[in-house]
């Protein structure tokens, strides 16, 4: 489906595919295929039984990949039942999953993949070796317009991919190569649910293809709709309550009903009046509408059944591909791709976060109780107790006519009310992308090629918030005069409607939530030019003791990324959308780079014994970056890599590769400006009674901001969700990598069907673009206090509530933690991956054996939160926290997923076993935030096994039936304070864990 309103996409799509796909329809008789790309992106034979691999750009007879390459064929993503690629890259050991389907509260509308859990931005994804146009300000691709229906096979290139593919591969590529001459019409329908009958899904996909013009010309075109239901986490008995991961015990958001307030006395039980004891600090109390006071104890609220574990889906996907033969050393070929999706996230309604309000003290809505407190609220510079305002002057206050009257009186406190009453907060996030590619190749020599093409994507993903309450609303529905059955708002917005804050649920009328919702839009736009050019083959000549020429590719690239982001004023406006997080800030940005590059093949000896075949490789690739800014900052870089293949003897392969890498800093990270949002804290080192017996963190606390009235009465953020202040940084330069990788190939001959690889990799990033983690930065400064650290800067950078102490709050007025982007970071990992693959025929059938297994032995992150060094290398293979959760999710030491099929003649059969190995909380955490419950201090591993069949009904017709999570294994339950937002949610964490339960999935699909 092609948007009227974007003649640019129109345009596109129109110049190319069309053009073709109308030539397929006109030619009587044509024959059906596919289109061929570029010949540096296929790892398979060619017609002239060449070799091409995914992280290379020469095409060679004797090529042997110097590097891992982890393939998923078109066969498992459709027993894997899959809509989306990144549920079928979520299965691959050594990926760690990123933002997915699984994600809801931190999805912004797209999914990503993470290679060795050091980052999304860290790897590239391309289509048939190409890179398509990102998703959003940090250059990322978004998976779900990878359309799948047309999907070969999916390569997972281990290691730097810098020098073929440019800056971003660090830790390698994700490759989705289409099905090459494709010919007839492939229709696949498919349907699944779960077994508790929610979350359903939905695919259509229609692919054709064909010849004409005799064969010189080729086309295809595949259209494919997908579909996703919610499914809740109420639905769920696990996941119906949320839970303390120190306690067990339930826990939720103090934004909560009834309200609560800042700046209160709690009620003497003795007197029941406002205590007029110093030694009592001053609260943050949650309202008793029974009462009409404000006492210490709150319950808090369960957000888990509003919040979701599949988030609603649905995309509209065109692909199409031609080529035409001009001559017989000439080729044209095109490539078109468009995308609409609708990603929706829904999480728990909106309120007021502890926004800071003025109450009037003759608000009609006002209980006697909690005006007493509010006049009673104050203790002295020297700690002696002083009323706000005396008896008296309380009491004239609450018959004041209004503000003419000389005995009016206001308050000022900080207000957090859940409003339940509006409705959910649902961010529903509209994707629109295009992608163009044409180029023409052809012949210099018989062994010579050359290519040359250009492509011109842009994606726009529109946020539209709904269900948040705006902060000046409520603020002008607090200021009341009137009576109850009469109440007037004072503001002089005449739509207003007065509000009773101080009720149970339900106290704010149908008109009053109309009055306090608002909708609000923010639209991101991306765009990336490419123009490349290549010459590749060989020289026509071989070295002594080889029999194979030496393989060469030189070639030039040329591309340029523009993005920007665009808010409305609400969304502009920190801490005016209740919930929201922080304030999305216009930002503008773009840079472009000038490359040439080249990569040698050299067969060095040939069908000798023990040297069947040794070759090596190199490549480089210099890069002049051009920064779109005032200053114009600009850098260099060069990369380069070595590597080779011995094959020793027939079925003995042995490889490796070293990688000299660069990862150029993105938009984001160049132009966003600093912003205050969210991140995890369950613990504040200055919450509770810990201040007032240590007197060098009081020191601290007030320093950062804490008032002196709230020592003693800090709280931990509510929900763990602590404020933070970040953004980016011009002065940043590229980091640098070494990555390297060694292993062996086995085919043995006395077990015909068998391919076993082991590899070992290790990547280490240098001057990693990076901020510092909420752990790390708290322990800069709490770790080792002094009477000397109310000075430091590590201190005085965290800034706390003005009203409340605490590190939550209006983002206007707290700031929270201070993480400043740099290139301090530092990352190391490593580990061994296997791959195994057999095949036999065993009789009565044909055997089928799949098997991918990753052992990670270290994955290290180092902020070094100060320039002079003294950061902690945190280490977070096998553990859990909320630190270590925060580029991606979970990373266990041993992940495996083995497929074994039976083939029979009309009917397969597949049993799909993944296994993850059991974590912990991780060491530092517990040092830093304290030991979780035992219960949920560890998870032990799990196993997981998926059950297919594909029968062929007829000749054109199979049906595929699967059942994923065959024996319903619940996912572990850690409760809701284990790890970030992001990751952790419904108490467990439903990226790497099955949190729906067993799946049924049926596919239909018609060929001919």
Known sequence: MISAKSSLNRAALKGGVATFVIAILAIPGAALAQAVPTPETVATTTDEGTIVVTGSLIRNPNLISAAPVTVTTADTIQLRASNVAEEVLRDIPGVVPSIGSAVNNGNGGASFVDLRGIGSTRNIVLLDGNRIAPAGIAGRVDLNNIPLALVERVDALTGAAVTTYGADAISGVVNFVTKQDFSGVDLQLGTGLTEAGDGATYRADLTVGGNFDEGRGNAVL?????????????????????????????????????????????????????????????????????????????????????????????????????????SDSLQFYTRGLFSKNNVKTIIAPSGAFGTPVTINLNNPFLPAGLRNQFCAANVGAAGTYQARFTPAQCAAAAVATGPTDPNYRTVDTALARRTTEVGPRISDYSTTLFDYRAGLKGKVTDSVDWDLS?????????????????????????????????PVCQTADKTCVPINYFGPAGSISQAGAAYINGESTTTVKTSLAQVRGIVSGDVGVAIPGATDAIGFAIGGEYRKYKAQQRSDSLAKTAGELGGAGGAAPDITGGYEVKEVYGELIVPLIQDKPFFENLTLEGGARYSDYKVDAPTEPAYNTFTWKAGGTWEMVQGLKLRGNYSRAVRAPNIGELFSPQNTGLTNLSNDPCAGAAPVANANLRAVCLAQGAPSTSIGGILNPTAGQANATAGGNLELQPETANTWTVGAVFQPTFAPGLALTVDYYNITVKDAVSNPLPGDAVAACFGNLSAASAASPACLAIRRNPATGGLDGDPSTTPGLFLAS???????????????????????????????????????????????????????????????????????????????????????????????????????????????????????????????????????????????????????????NAGSTTFNSGNTYPSTYDALGRRYAMQVNLKF
Not at 268 to 295: F, K, M
Not at 463 to 485: D, H, I, P
Not at 853 to 866: E, G, I, L, R
Not at 878 to 885: D, I, K, Q
Request: aromatic residues 12%.
């Open 454 to 486: 250009g492509s011109y994507g842009e994606s726009e993903n529109r946020q539209t918030l709904q269900g948040y309450v705006l902060a000046s609303k409520v603020r002008n529905t607090l200021l009341v005069n009137g009576t109850a059955a009469n």
């Open 822 to 976: 740099s290139n301090l970071g530092r990352i190391e990992t490593d580990g061994i991956d296997v791959t195994l693959n057999y095949s036999n025929d065993i009789g009565f059938a044909k055997l089928g054996i799949t098997g991918n297994f990753n052992y990670t032995f270290h994955s290290m992150f180092n902020a070094d939160v100060t320039a002079a060094g003294g950061g902690v290398s945190r280490e977070c293979v096998g553990f859990y926290s909320v630190n270590c959760s925060f580029t991606g999710s979970l990373q266990p030491k041993w992940q495996s997923s083995l497929r074994t099929t039976l083939g029979f003649n009309d009917f397969d059969i597949s049993l799909l076993w993944r296994h993850i190995d059991g974590l912990e909380q991780e060491p530092l955490d517990v040092v830093e935030q304290g030991s979780y419950l035992p219960a949920y201090s560890k998870i032990k591993a799990y196993d997981y096994f998926d059950l297919s069949g594909r029968v062929s009904v007829m000749e054109n017709l199979s049906l595929v039936l699967t059942v994923t999570n065959l024996l319903n294994k619940q996912p572990p339950v850690v409760g809701s």
């Open 222 to 326: 595949s259209v494919g709709y997908q579909k996703a239901d919610p499914v809740y986490q109420g639905a769920r008995d696990f996941s119906i309550f949320g839970r303390s991961t120190y306690t067990g015990a339930p826990s939720g958001s103090g934004t909560a009903i009834p309200s609560r307030f800042t700046g209160l006395r709690p009620i003497d039980p003795v007197t029941g009046l406002p205590s007029t004891n110093p030694a009592v600090a001053n609260g943050n109390l949650q309202l008793d509408p029974a009462t009409g006071t404000a006492r210490g104890l709150y319950a808090p609220f369960n957000f888990n059944p509003y919040n979701i574990f599949q988030t609603p889906f649905e995309r509209f996907n065109i692909y199409g591909a031609a080529k035409y033969d001009v």
